[in-house]
C-alpha cells in the first residue's frame, strides 16, 4: 500500500464510503482504485490528486496532505546516482535489495534518520 492509498483508505474509513462509490464519484473505475490504493499504479495526476481532494472536502492542512503523500506514493521509484559520491550509490543499490525485508519498525527508523540528515545538510 501507498502512501496516499493509507491515508484514502483511512478517510473512506472515517467516512463509511466504499470504493465502489468513491470510484464512481471520481470517475475512475473501482479496480483503479483499488490499485491505486496498493501501489499496483504509479502516482496518481494533479487531477485526480485535486478531485480525491474535493471529493472528501477535507480542510487546507489536510489537502496538503494528501498532495505530499501523492507525491511520495510513486512505487517504482528510480534513484540516479550518477556522479554522485560512492556512497550514495551504495546506499540506493542497499536500499533496493533489502527494503521488502525491513520490519515496519526498522522502515520507521530509517525514514526518520533520513529526515533528520536532510534537515541537516539542508536538503
Do not use: C
Amino acid at each position: 500500500m501507498t502512501p496516499l492509498g493509507a491515508k484514502i483508505r483511512e478517510l473512506r474509513a472515517k467516512r463509511n464510503v466504499s470504493l465502489k462509490e468513491m470510484a464512481a464519484a471520481l470517475s475512475v473505475s473501482s479496480a483503479y482504485l483499488s490499485a491505486l490504493e496498493h501501489g499496483k499504479r504509479g502516482k496518481p495526476t494533479w487531477f485526480l490528486v485535486q478531485r480525491i481532494i474535493a471529493y472528501f472536502n477535507v480542510i487546507w492542512d489536510e489537502a496538503e496532505e494528501i498532495q505530499r503523500l501523492a507525491e511520495l506514493s510513486d512505487p517504482r521509484v528510480v534513484i540516479d546516482t550518477a556522479g554522485m559520491d560512492p556512497k550514495a550509490t551504495e546506499l540506493a543499490n542497499q536500499l533496493a535489495l533489502k527494503v521488502g525485508g525491513l520490519s515496519e519498525e526498522s522502515l520507521a527508523t530509517l525514514l526518520h534518520q533520513l529526515r533528520v540528515a536532510a534537515v541537516k545538510d539542508d536538503v
